[in-house]
């Protein structure tokens, strides 16, 4: 049987209440050595407060709920994304700090099973809502109806939503294309990711101002388009560009296995990665350090994600603030083998 706090009062020899002040920290003033005393008999107990009946008092659930559409189902033709584990660590391990407990559920890009699943949520009282990765947005109306805040983290879909923590993708492609250019590079290729995606967008936008500003004309032919984020098509978009009459000296890929099958391609067509063509990725997964040559890469701040929409949630919970733009983090470039100065004449 759990202990009471009855039972802690009797063999402290104090009141009741005392003993709930002294578990509580009440701001109440309580003797230092008679509440000392009373925590050290609570301890030697094996005392553990009842944290539902505590919530219950305050009329708080300290319960968030985290839905993904990014790990797949049996039947989804979506690769799963390296991203969501390491976002939804950072919201879990800030919301643990704050006291709240979460509930991570996969509605598999599913519609139907993501309403379904928010519904359950609202059941157990989730004091808010925060989407990773996801690319449907509809179900964000029913937290509307319900008066409960959420966030978006990671957003995947292009239109702009309020509460959203995304990367500044346009800075980042900013970041590989003023690097490239630095090395003395102006014919540098881009192979973009599917263009329903906001990241996609982004990315070739940066890349489009970068060429701007520093003076080289943006030219189209140089921006190969993929259907999806893989490393095959990386590959065909790279072959693409080498068969360009004036094919670029180096490659910017909107994502690491992209960048990954650009490099087989320039090898398999008998050139050299980076002395005939530099590349530089995007994302800085784990591959990109582990390849040979390891791809220089702008780097996705996905546990900072986490831990920014973890606080702004938490913030509209309390009601500190209202609806908040979207908000950008930054990533960084991490230089590795890939890049090299441009080639001699």
């Known amino acids: 049987m759990p202990v009471t706090i009855r039972e802690i009062a009797k063999a402290a020899g104090v009141s009741i209440a005392t003993v709930s002040r002294s578990l509580n920290n009440a701001e109440h003033p309580i003797n230092e050595e008679t509440k000392q005393r009373v925590l050290k008999i609570a301890a030697e107990l094996g005392y553990r407060p009842n944290q539902a009946a505590r919530n219950l008092r305050m009329d708080r659930s300290m319960m968030i709920g985290i839905i993904?559409?990014?790990?797949?189902?049996?039947?989804?033709?979506?690769?799963p994304s390296p991203h969501t584990p390491i976002i939804i660590q950072g919201l879990q391990d800030t919301f643990r700090q704050q006291g709240y407990y979460c509930m991570v559920i996969n509605a598999y890009w599913d519609p139907t099973t993501e309403q379904k699943e928010i519904n359950s949520l609202l059941s157990h009282s989730v004091e808010g809502v925060v989407f990773v990765e996801t690319w449907l947005s509809t179900a964000s109306s029913i937290l509307d109806l319900a008066n409960k805040p959420y966030v978006f983290a990671h957003r995947l879909f292009g239109t702009p939503k309020k509460n959203s923590i995304v990367t500044d993708d346009t800075y980042g492609g900013r970041l590989a294309i003023n690097h490239l250019i630095k090395l003395g590079h102006?014919?540098?290729?881009?192979?973009?990711?599917?263009?329903?995606?906001y990241a996609s967008a982004?990315?070739?936008?940066?890349?489009?101002?970068?060429?701007?500003?520093?003076?080289?004309?943006?030219?189209?032919?140089?921006?190969?388009?993929?259907?999806?984020?893989?490393?095959p098509s990386g590959y065909q978009a790279a072959q693409r560009l080498l068969e360009n009459s004036s094919p670029p000296t180096a490659i910017f890929a909107a994502n690491d296995r992209m960048a990954l099958g650009a490099i087989h391609a320039i090898q398999d067509a008998g050139l050299r990665v980076p002395e005939d063509i530099a590349v530089v990725g995007y994302d800085n997964e784990e591959l990109a350090a582990l390849v040979r040559?390891?791809?220089?890469?702008?780097?996705?701040?996905?546990?900072?994600?986490?831990?920014?929409?973890?606080?702004?949630?938490?913030?509209?919970?309390?009601?500190?603030?209202?609806?908040?733009?979207?908000?950008?983090?930054?990533?960084?470039?991490?230089?590795?083998q890939s890049c090299g100065t441009y080639p001699e004449q």
Do not use: M
Request: proline share 7%; with cysteine.
């Open 202 to 231: 982004e990315r070739l936008q940066g890349y489009q101002t970068e060429l701007v500003e520093a003076g080289i004309p943006f030219d189209p032919t140089l921006v190969e388009a993929c259907d999806d984020w893989q490393l």
């Open 293 to 336: 040559p390891s791809i220089t890469t702008v780097s996705l701040p996905r546990y900072e994600i986490g831990q920014a929409g973890a606080r702004l949630l938490k913030k509209l919970i309390n009601r500190e603030i209202d609806d908040s733009e979207e908000l950008k983090i930054k990533g960084e470039l991490i230089i590795r």
């Open 68 to 79: 993904t559409d990014a790990e797949n189902s049996p039947h989804s033709p979506h690769i």
């Open 186 to 197: 102006r014919r540098i290729g881009h192979i973009s990711g599917p263009k329903e995606y």
